[in-house]
């Protein structure tokens, strides 16, 4: 059974996909990474590009054995998984891009990056966590998922927090899109605050393979405001691609 391979985004972590890993796993094996510095691996040693993520990524499926594997990004993670599928791509099979988009100073966002950085300076890190966290969903901090999201973002590292916002700022993957070669799926929540559709556009017209899905009356965070219907694209496009 090919690995589907879970990487989360900025002051995310592994717990965020519970429903992914409760819901997928009779009919996909799923690895669920923790980047350096966030969730359970907040106590690694920072990193600060998104090519470093990718390549600790790669490292660490390496290490696990993982030679063959489907690939899914949220948010910064998509970015990340970008880097992979340039760096690994003859080991992803499928890549799924969620949530995301090629240009890492986040045009449209509800906060600049600069924004971002200054306000965690003044508030710190645990009221960033849920400051940030209940962008992700449509109905804010009385959203179901928004209290599981935002004890997941407390467990970031500080310096993480500046790290992450660093290597978003520095990146563009908008010039190697078209070297892309997985068959791929963007799937985006129509109310997203954080990538607005001109990402999402980008993704979809440029990459050379891709499908795309938008899902009404969601926020950033699909997987957490209408679970079953995420997994059930994510299965979907992963038993179509292999028909």
Not at 36 to 44: D, E
Not at 65 to 86: F, P, T
Not at 123 to 137: L, P, Q, S, V
Request: hydrophobic share 45%; glycine share 10%; net charge neutral.
């Amino acid at each position: 059974m090919i690995p589907l391979v879970l990487v989360h985004g900025f002051m995310g972590g592994s717990d965020q996909w519970k429903a992914q890993t409760e819901g997928l796993s009779d009919s996909h094996k799923i690895i669920a990474v923790d980047l350096p510095g966030f969730g359970k691996n907040a106590h690694l040693p920072v990193i600060n590009t998104i090519g470093g993520f990718a390549d600790w990524v790669i490292s660490e499926l390496r290490k696990m054995g993982v030679d063959r594997y489907n690939l899914l990004g949220h948010s910064m993670g998509g970015m990340i998984v970008q880097e992979m599928a340039r760096r690994d791509q003859n080991r992803i099979k499928h890549l799924l891009l969620y949530g995301t988009g090629a240009i890492g100073v986040l045009p449209g966002r509800f906060e600049t990056i600069a924004t971002s950085k200054a306000r965690f300076k003044q508030d710190g890190a645990k009221k960033t966590a849920r400051r940030i966290a209940a962008t992700w969903f449509l109905d804010k901090e009385t959203a179901k998922g928004f209290e599981a999201c935002a004890t997941i973002a407390k467990l970031a590292n500080p310096q993480a927090i500046e790290a992450g916002l660093d290597a978003m700022e520095a990146w563009s993957g908008k010039d190697f899109l078209r070297l892309i070669a997985p068959k791929t799926i963007v799937i985006w929540g129509d109310q997203d605050r954080t990538y607005a559709w001109d990402q999402i556009n980008l993704l979809w017209t440029s990459i050379p393979n891709a499908a795309l899905a938008v899902v009404p009356g969601c926020a950033h965070a699909v997987h957490a405001e209408k679970p079953d219907f995420f997994n059930l694209l994510i299965s979907d496009f992963l038993d179509i691609s292999t028909e």
